[in-house]
């Protein structure tokens, strides 16, 4: 790496990598926990829901992996939603090693409640995103982003990023508001 740039270049761009992404992941925290909110979840709660959804089932460890969260991390989270009839765990037949969880019912029905109840008035970076989108007639693919990730966690990384997102192309998400007092009420007694 040493010949390809100087030390300065990679403390610049490091610095410039970091500064970003920060700014860029306090901007997706505050809206994705706005989100939630109503829903009494957080996060990570609500991101294993997705990878489990998407995933249509996981175990523990590829929640860790596809969530960026450290193992205990995703167990702990993954045990408070099963307390809440969220998710069920489970052993496999040909492979008692590792624990699995799937989505309830329930637990299916509140994450695509989330999904109804998605607003993108208030998403700031979707809304940070629309002047490039008129400039250019789409929303950015990030795709010098994608081949960097792609480089640091690997083609089955990305893979499932596309499946989740081929299933979101597919999904009709209903347009109609959700009761979100019906879930405010399950939260309370859970």
Do not use: C
């Amino acid at each position: 790496m040493k010949d390809k740039i100087s030390k300065q270049e990679a403390i610049f761009y490091s610095h410039k990598m970091a500064q970003l992404s920060k700014a860029l992941w306090k901007a997706i925290e505050k809206d994705w926990q706005e989100w939630i909110k109503p829903f009494k979840l957080n996060i990570n709660e609500h991101h294993i829901l997705w990878i489990a959804y998407h995933l249509k089932g996981a175990s523990i460890s590829e929640i860790s992996k596809y969530g960026v969260m450290h193992v205990s991390t995703a167990f702990n989270f993954s045990k408070k939603l099963e307390e809440r009839g969220l998710l069920q765990f489970s052993k496999r037949e040909n492979d008692k090693r590792n624990t699995y969880i799937e989505l309830t019912v329930e637990g299916n029905e509140l994450l695509e409640a989330t999904l109804i109840e998605y607003n993108p008035d208030d998403n700031s970076v979707l809304r940070g995103s629309m002047p490039m989108t008129e400039m250019y007639g789409k929303l950015p693919e990030f795709l010098d982003l994608s081949a960097l990730i792609k480089e640091i966690y690997g083609d089955e990384y990305m893979e499932i990023l596309e499946r989740s997102l081929e299933n979101i192309e597919e999904q009709n998400v209903e347009e109609k508001p959700t009761d979100l007092e019906t879930y405010k009420k399950k939260s309370k007694s859970s």
